[in-house]
């Protein structure tokens, strides 16, 4: 097989342009600056007869209009399977806004979300331009201190940090891909400084360390942050928590060889229709109004916030739709899970130790921005599910369709 990877600014250069991540009165304003550039990572990995491209992102979440735009110029332009175009965020809550068309804050702006298409066209470019003869290595390793469960304080969640390394004839890596699952949430909602925050400052020193930038891929980590463990919420923070991270990622011995050829990509959906209890939901968002009036808990007042944005959203609604789709790609000795939601480490564990194939990577927050999926235990005590009010019987039927394609 080949590989390649290349490496492109997503910082908007003009001003003013916007922001987005947390229920922020911020994100109507436009930024006040850059404290670090933010990334697109393109990695184009070719199977022969097949080729599998992608676009990792250091925003919040993937829109589905800007994935069916970059996949048509990519089948338009290089004949590639749309199937085959993976294109993900970090979840990173210090982002960009300005590609976005649904966002509901700041605005829009086509010359930005036309440069996003064409940067995808020029990495798909590049990247064919330069592919080597690869081989394919792997190393996991179990990593606790700087993030974990953010429903059970002290446990961990889904710690395990896979890195893959393709490297070249001259044993040089030429693409990579780290698979996490925590969200990268360090920075106070009150910052109006982009940043790459979490995992695109990991990435940096990741690059500076072993002098490659890996493909930061965010796995199953719907219940999964720095809040516990956190010891400040500022850029002291984060340079703490990112060089924690890089150092003991840097210490995964990748010595186990994988065999990679494209077998076959498998496809399942699940469509959820539910009513809006509108009393119920305004009962909710008024108990949270109360409690806010006295709350001083820098935590707590985030998650009251968080809550209260997906509740008022359902006082618009009679009935709530959520449609679901997740895709498994087979390569031998990786299996490439793909879902646009934001799984909670229960889920991620148990669909990896399902897995067949030697290494497991959990594509979370890819090719479309899908919903809160917790397990029924968390329900009744978590933002995420009483904000979403998704049956918890339609979750565990979605995870069962994804583990049925494995």
């Given at each position: 097989?080949?590989?390649?990877?290349?490496?492109?600014?997503?910082?908007?250069?003009?001003?003013?342009?916007?922001?987005?991540?947390?229920?922020?009165?911020?994100?109507?304003?436009?930024?006040?600056g850059?404290?670090?550039?933010i990334?697109v990572?393109t990695?184009?990995?070719?199977?022969?007869?097949?080729?599998?491209?992608?676009?990792s992102?250091?925003?919040?979440?993937?829109?589905?209009?800007?994935v069916s735009?970059?996949?048509?110029?990519l089948?338009?332009?290089?004949?590639?399977?749309?199937?085959?175009?993976?294109?993900?965020a970090?979840?990173?809550?210090?982002?960009?806004?300005?590609h976005?068309?649904?966002?509901?804050?700041?605005?829009f702006?086509q010359?930005?979300?036309?440069?996003?298409?064409?940067?995808?066209?020029?990495?798909?470019?590049?990247?064919?331009?330069?592919?080597?003869?690869?081989?394919?290595?792997?190393?996991?390793?179990?990593?606790?201190?700087?993030?974990?469960?953010?429903?059970?304080?002290?446990?961990?969640?889904?710690?395990?940090?896979?890195?893959?390394?393709?490297?070249?004839?001259?044993?040089?890596?030429?693409?990579?891909?780290?698979?996490?699952?925590?969200?990268?949430?360090?920075?106070?909602?009150?910052?109006?400084?982009?940043?790459?925050?979490?995992?695109?400052?990991?990435?940096?020193?990741?690059?500076?360390?072993?002098?490659?930038?890996?493909?930061?891929?965010?796995?199953?980590?719907g219940?999964?942050?720095?809040?516990?463990?956190?010891?400040?919420?500022?850029?002291?923070e984060?340079?703490?928590?990112?060089?924690?991270?890089?150092?003991?990622?840097?210490?995964?011995?990748?010595?186990?060889?994988?065999?990679?050829?494209f077998?076959?990509?498998a496809?399942?959906?699940?469509?959820?229709?539910?009513?809006?209890?509108?009393?119920?939901?305004?009962?909710?968002?008024?108990?949270?109004?109360?409690?806010?009036?006295?709350?001083?808990d820098?935590?707590?007042?985030k998650?009251?916030?968080?809550?209260?944005?997906?509740?008022?959203r359902?006082?618009?609604?009679?009935?709530?739709?959520?449609?679901?789709?997740?895709d498994t790609?087979?390569?031998?000795?990786?299996?490439?899970v793909?879902?646009?939601?934001?799984?909670?480490?229960?889920?991620?564990?148990?669909?990896?130790?399902?897995?067949?194939?030697?290494?497991?990577?959990?594509?979370?927050?890819?090719?479309?921005?899908?919903?809160?999926?917790?397990?029924?235990?968390?329900?009744?005590?978590?933002?995420?599910?009483?904000?979403?009010?998704?049956?918890?019987?339609?979750?565990?039927?979605?995870?069962?369709?994804?583990?049925?394609?494995?």
């Amino acid at each position: 097989m080949k590989a390649h990877s290349e490496q492109y600014c997503l910082t908007p250069t003009y001003k003013p342009f916007y922001m987005i991540g947390y229920n922020s009165p911020l994100r109507d304003l436009p930024a006040q600056g850059v404290h670090d550039d933010i990334y697109v990572t393109t990695t184009l990995l070719d199977f022969n007869d097949q080729k599998l491209f992608l676009f990792s992102t250091d925003w919040l979440h993937v829109e589905d209009e800007i994935v069916s735009e970059i996949r048509e110029r990519l089948q338009a332009q290089f004949n590639q399977d749309p199937k085959l175009v993976l294109i993900s965020a970090t979840h990173n809550h210090q982002s960009v806004r300005d590609h976005m068309q649904s966002a509901k804050s700041g605005q829009f702006n086509q010359e930005y979300h036309d440069h996003v298409l064409d940067l995808a066209v020029r990495g798909y470019q590049e990247c064919s331009a330069q592919l080597e003869e690869v081989e394919c290595w792997m190393g996991r390793k179990v990593i606790p201190g700087y993030y974990g469960s953010r429903i059970v304080y002290g446990e961990l969640a889904d710690n395990e940090v896979i890195l893959v390394e393709f490297r070249n004839a001259q044993n040089q890596v030429v693409a990579a891909i780290c698979n996490w699952a925590v969200h990268s949430t360090v920075i106070t909602p009150d910052n109006a400084l982009l940043t790459a925050e979490f995992a695109g400052n990991v990435r940096r020193l990741l690059k500076e360390r072993k002098g490659y930038a890996p493909a930061m891929i965010v796995g199953a980590a719907g219940d999964c942050s720095t809040r516990a463990t956190r010891q400040g919420n500022d850029f002291n923070e984060l340079q703490r928590v990112a060089q924690g991270m890089a150092e003991e990622i840097s210490k995964i011995e990748v010595n186990e060889k994988l065999e990679l050829e494209f077998e076959r990509i498998a496809s399942t959906e699940h469509h959820v229709r539910y009513p809006i209890d509108h009393k119920e939901v305004q009962r909710i968002i008024d108990a949270n109004e109360e409690e806010l009036k006295t709350c001083q808990d820098f935590d707590r007042r985030k998650i009251l916030n968080s809550m209260m944005s997906g509740l008022r959203r359902k006082l618009t609604m009679d009935e709530a739709r959520a449609d679901w789709f997740a895709d498994t790609l087979r390569l031998k000795d990786i299996e490439i899970v793909v879902s646009p939601c934001e799984l909670a480490s229960k889920f991620g564990k148990e669909i990896k130790r399902l897995s067949p194939a030697k290494c497991c990577l959990i594509f979370g927050y890819t090719n479309g921005r899908g919903s809160y999926l917790f397990p029924k235990e968390y329900y009744g005590l978590t933002f995420e599910t009483i904000s979403s009010g998704i049956p918890a019987e339609e979750v565990e039927n979605y995870i069962n369709k994804i583990i049925a394609i494995l």
